[in-house]
Nanobody
Framework: LQLEESGGALVQPGGSLRLSCAISTFTRDHYNIGWFRQAPGKEREGTSCISSRDDRTHYPDSVKGRFTISRDNTKNIVYLQMNGLKPEDTAVYYC?????????????????????????WGQGTRVTVSS
């Protein structure tokens, strides 16, 4: 599975960006997708995820209400819409995929923003929030 992020840029505080994650194969029902970020000198942090079977989403409090993850299954693309950007959102953003075994329940298949669950990662796209 290959993932490729795009859309990173320099943006002013309060601005918006939409990141895209192009995926090499169809992921609906088979892969949870997460967006993560890593700022210089900090650990990788999960910002959102979308579940494989029912598109349930999860966000940490740091981005809840500002970030929205969505999936376009016709194009194998997962988006991260980021609004109200703050300087502390500055980081390299990565998308990642977690394989979901078909035999587990839909509740068990719910996505998580714990990076250790994800197997395949993109190369990242840089987001800088600065005036």
């Amino acid at each position: 599975l290959q993932l490729e992020e795009s859309g990173g840029a320099l943006v002013q505080p309060g601005g918006s960006l939409r990141l895209s994650c192009a995926i090499s194969t169809f992921t609906r029902d088979h892969y949870n997708i997460g967006w993560f970020r890593q700022a210089p000198g900090k650990e990788r942090e999960g910002t959102s995820c979308i579940s494989s079977r029912d598109d349930r989403t999860h966000y940490p409090d740091s981005v809840k209400g500002r970030f929205t993850i969505s999936r376009d299954n016709t194009k194998n693309i997962v988006y991260l819409q980021m609004n109200g950007l703050k300087p502390e959102d500055t980081a390299v953003y990565y998308c990642a995929a977690e394989f979901v075994p078909p035999q587990i329940s839909t509740d068990q298949a719910m996505c998580t923003i714990w990076a250790g669950r994800y197997d395949d990662w993109g190369q990242g796209t840089r987001v800088t929030v600065s005036s």
